[in-house]
């Protein structure tokens, strides 16, 4: 599928003697899991070229992940810039991207609002790791993979798919995991990282649980407010975490996670569901994102009241002309 465009970027990057990989901020398993990856990939293929992964912004609780590459404005003069995982330009964690001289945009998000001089989207894949193992398998007799490049690459498959549960995982998404698993992933080693909890964790999952909250129709939700992330002391990427533990909950096929920001005076929401989507109730509180995952923000308690309620207006729609969900 899209082989020209597969065979483009190759070129491209062939022709590039210095290349960097960006992704999104606020980055996830799949943002870092794919620069990384791709990075390491074209390292081991390329010794001679220069291959840096440079953003603005990191996640504490992925930090066994390794840190990431600091360059001169100079080094962006004649390169290639890759980003990937990111569907709109506002969001890449890397505020000199169109310095470079070519721009590769490489996602798997809805392609809302499209930029880069090449452009390689597959909004039905279930990460964009994905898209990077379909890239190396079409160009396999030319790359080289790595135990750690392939290792990156399945953590952000793994991770992005929900453990390959979610709905975009496809036969083929197996089949690539596949792959990269015969390319020596260390599986102990991944999971470990992905499930061992701190002590301050479970205490953080026991106040989730006595603070959830649950509307008419089912939806649940949780402020994280000031008062709780400095009681808790919870960076706002842990404070954003809890929104996995709303996922579980019989009849609550939408979930709600309301993040204060005192210092941006604004309120960060993430959405989920199953069955339905949420992606339209999210466009309309300043978001987007996927249909069952998505992102927006609200500037007041009232704009938040006003999101719960819709959600459950949506439920409730839902739950009368539908059957079968649980
Ligand atoms: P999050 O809850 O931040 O993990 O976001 C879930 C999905 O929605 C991710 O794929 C994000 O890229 C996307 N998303 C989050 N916030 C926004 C936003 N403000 N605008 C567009 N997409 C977003």
């Not at 020209?4 to 799949?30: A, C, F, V």
């Not at 709905?167 to 089949?175: A, D, K, L, N, P």
């Not at 008419?216 to 709780?228: E, L, T």
């Not at 996995?244 to 993430?270: H, M, P, T």
Request: net charge negative.
């Amino acid at each position: 599928m899209n082989a020209e465009i597969k065979n483009l970027i190759l070129q491209k990057i062939e022709s590039y003697h210095t290349i960097i990989i960006s992704r999104h901020i606020r980055p996830d398993g799949d943002a870092i899991g794919s620069t990384k990856g791709l990075c390491k990939l074209l390292r081991e293929t390329y010794p001679d070229k220069k291959i840096y992964v440079v953003n603005e912004d990191y996640s504490d609780y992925l930090a066994f992940l390794g840190g990431e590459d600091i360059v001169d404005d100079s080094v962006y003069d004649g390169a290639l810039q890759i980003v990937i995982d990111t569907g709109t330009a506002d969001r890449i964690s890397n505020r000199n991207y169109n310095k470079a001289k070519e721009l590769i945009k490489i996602d798997h998000h809805i392609d809302d609002r499209p930029y880069g001089d090449i452009s390689w989207v597959e909004d039905f894949r279930s990460s964009a790791c994905e898209m990077i193992a379909d890239f190396y398998l079409t160009h396999k007799d030319k790359l080289k993979m790595t135990p750690e490049a392939a290792t990156y690459i399945y953590l952000g498959m793994v991770t992005d798919s929900g453990r390959f549960r979610y709905e975009g995982v496809t036969g083929e998404t197996m089949r690539l995991a596949g792959a990269l698993l015969d390319c020596g992933v260390d599986t102990e080693k991944l999971f470990a990282n992905l499930y061992v909890d701190e002590f301050e964790t479970l205490k953080l999952k026991s106040y989730v649980y006595d603070h959830i909250k649950l509307t008419p129709n089912g939806v649940a939700y949780i402020y994280m407010d000031d008062a709780a992330q400095k009681k808790l002391k919870l960076t706002l990427e842990a404070a954003s975490d809890v929104v996995s533990e709303l996922s579980a909950i019989r009849g609550s096929l939408i979930w709600l996670a309301f993040i204060d920001e005192k210092a941006k005076n604004q309120i960060r929401v993430r959405l989920r569901s199953r069955f339905l989507g949420v992606n339209e109730l999210a466009n309309k509180y300043h978001g987007g994102g996927h249909k069952m995952a998505a992102g927006a923000t609200v500037y007041t308690q009232e704009e938040m009241n006003e999101l719960i309620k819709d959600a459950d207006k949506l439920l409730g729609e839902y739950k009368k002309t539908h059957g079968g969900w649980l």
